[in-house]
């Protein structure tokens, strides 16, 4: 894997694509899931991929997210002070190749009784120093609690307005809906408020999908959790 720092980082590697194929994937650009405009990103990485592979011929595009716990360092372990059989592996900020790989040797081991030298520093339930990480935590909250009120205060386009393949948060019968138009034209009405802890969600038109601002929980157009925190669907409503 080649990383080069041009235009905020940019990564390159190459796998297996069947007989003697290679798949050259390249990664980069950055944004937080409910913000912004993906599409951008999108074509800013394509661009500079065909300036430095001209003859590349773009096949898949994607995004996905990178979770930074405020002490940087990943949680693999124990879920909480109480559990006996449930285990989670997160935050590896972008490194999840090398983490995942260090997760499961180190899970394998605390399942099966082994000593391990690194499980005091990976573990989830550890205490972080309050005032070193206060700053960091407090910067995030204060997005979040801008984005639950803020995001109720813009105003929503008309329905009518909607264009084949794109989605956004209307106002219905005082109720917030995040309405998409299939390539049809056919309307999908669901409810906008993200299930995990209620801010209101935006649209991807990139990926074509809802994403919650305040932690990143995505939805497919009819609802159905993609990932992130929120394990149940958005509300099937009428328009």
């Given at each position: 894997m080649f990383i080069t720092p041009d235009e905020g980082t940019r990564?390159?590697?190459?796998?297996?694509?069947?007989?003697?194929?290679?798949?050259?994937v390249v990664t980069g650009e950055h944004f937080t899931p409910g913000t912004g405009d993906p599409r951008a990103g999108f074509d800013h990485l394509t661009a500079w991929a065909l300036d430095h592979f001209p003859d590349l011929d773009?096949?898949?595009r994607w995004a996905?997210?990178?979770?930074?716990?405020?002490?940087?360092?990943?949680?693999?372990?124990?879920?909480?002070p109480g559990a006996r059989h449930a285990y989670v592996a997160t935050g590896f900020a972008g490194w999840g190749m090398t983490g995942g790989i260090m997760a499961g040797r180190l899970l394998s081991a605390q399942i099966t009784g082994e000593e391990c030298a690194w499980s005091g520093l990976y573990d989830p339930r550890r205490v972080k120093p309050a005032v070193r990480e206060a700053p960091s935590f407090l910067k995030t909250q204060a997005k979040v609690a801008g984005h639950f009120v803020g995001d109720r205060l813009r105003p929503s386009p008309p329905v009518e307005s909607l264009p084949p393949g794109e989605g956004a948060v209307v106002r219905a019968d005082g109720h917030r809906l995040a309405v998409y138009r299939d390539d049809d034209g056919a309307l999908h009405a669901v409810s906008a408020r993200c299930t995990h802890?209620?801010?209101?969600?935006?649209?991807?038109?990139?990926?074509?999908?809802?994403?919650?601002?305040?932690?990143?929980?995505?939805?497919?157009?009819?609802?159905?959790?993609?990932q992130g925190p929120a394990t149940k669907p958005l509300e099937q409503r009428d328009i």
């Amino acid at each position: 894997m080649f990383i080069t720092p041009d235009e905020g980082t940019r990564s390159v590697r190459t796998a297996p694509y069947g007989g003697d194929r290679r798949l050259l994937v390249v990664t980069g650009e950055h944004f937080t899931p409910g913000t912004g405009d993906p599409r951008a990103g999108f074509d800013h990485l394509t661009a500079w991929a065909l300036d430095h592979f001209p003859d590349l011929d773009v096949t898949h595009r994607w995004a996905t997210q990178d979770n930074d716990p405020t002490d940087t360092v990943p949680m693999v372990g124990p879920l909480h002070p109480g559990a006996r059989h449930a285990y989670v592996a997160t935050g590896f900020a972008g490194w999840g190749m090398t983490g995942g790989i260090m997760a499961g040797r180190l899970l394998s081991a605390q399942i099966t009784g082994e000593e391990c030298a690194w499980s005091g520093l990976y573990d989830p339930r550890r205490v972080k120093p309050a005032v070193r990480e206060a700053p960091s935590f407090l910067k995030t909250q204060a997005k979040v609690a801008g984005h639950f009120v803020g995001d109720r205060l813009r105003p929503s386009p008309p329905v009518e307005s909607l264009p084949p393949g794109e989605g956004a948060v209307v106002r219905a019968d005082g109720h917030r809906l995040a309405v998409y138009r299939d390539d049809d034209g056919a309307l999908h009405a669901v409810s906008a408020r993200c299930t995990h802890l209620g801010c209101l969600v935006s649209f991807n038109g990139a990926e074509r999908a809802w994403e919650c601002p305040c932690h990143g929980s995505r939805f497919d157009t009819d609802g159905k959790v993609i990932q992130g925190p929120a394990t149940k669907p958005l509300e099937q409503r009428d328009i």
